[in-house]
């Protein structure tokens, strides 16, 4: 089983501050997806990256998976009280439509 | 389009009996894959069903099952239930169509805990 390591595991800032959660694993994943949960509900898909290197902008967050596809990182430009929430990083297997899942990031946004 | 359902949303058992939760996917998807959420081990991967076969299996022991009917419902069910099963169990749906990368769409969960 492929493991992905997220850090830091918590992470409280001040409203308009950046940051940026890693998400690492030894071995190399197909692609690499973040998800974005809230209390009481289901995780939901922010981005999925596929080519090693690759780059994408979702308004204030940034992805970015490494050249070799082992690691992940997610940049939020001037955070707001409304990217509150757990912020999970999985990696889909070669295999298939298995998902490996780190154990996420708590971000909370303080006004 | 509804969204995945899962119900019941809240479940409270004992220790020893047994569960079964149940997950309705997006119209037109056939993959169900399955969820253990834990605040000490994350999100880990029971097992998958696609037209009522299992595909994929998580690392889980035995008392931990599914099925998936005709109509891509999909209900797990959890036996002999231990203190450590306490979760949220999130199922998410798919099309499934192998080889394609394709966007899975999580229910909201059930959660359990046993006492």
């Known amino acids: 089983t492929q493991l992905l390591e997220q850090s830091p595991q918590f992470l409280s800032i001040q409203e308009g501050e950046n940051l940026t959660v890693y998400c690492n694993s030894s071995s190399v994943f197909s692609s690499l997806q973040w998800y974005r949960q809230e209390p009481g509900e289901g995780p939901v898909l922010l981005v999925t990256?596929?080519?090693?290197?690759e780059v994408k902008k979702l308004k204030r967050l940034t992805f970015q998976f490494g050249d070799a596809r082992k690691d992940s990182s997610l940049h939020i430009t001037a955070a707001q009280p409304g990217d509150t929430g757990l912020y999970l990083c999985a990696g889909e297997e070669t295999s298939g439509s298995r998902l490996t899942f780190g154990e996420g990031t708590q971000l909370t946004v303080n006004p | 389009k509804a969204g995945v359902t899962q119900t019941p949303r809240y479940l409270i058992k004992t220790r020893g009996q047994q569960v079964t939760l149940s997950c309705s996917p997006i119209s037109g998807h056939r993959s169900v894959s399955w969820y253990q959420q834990t605040p000490g081990q994350g999100l880990q991967f029971l097992f998958e069903?696609?037209?009522?076969?299992?595909?994929n299996k998580g690392n889980f022991p035995g008392r931990f099952s599914g099925r998936q009917f005709s109509n891509s419902r999909s209900e797990m069910n959890v036996s002999t239930l231990e203190l450590g099963d306490s979760a949220l169990y999130l199922c998410a749906s798919s099309r499934g169509l192998a080889g394609e990368l394709e966007k899975q769409y999580f229910g909201p969960g059930t959660r359990l805990t046993v006492l």
């Open positions: 990256v596929v080519t090693g290197g």
């Open positions: 069903y696609f037209s009522e076969t299992q595909r």
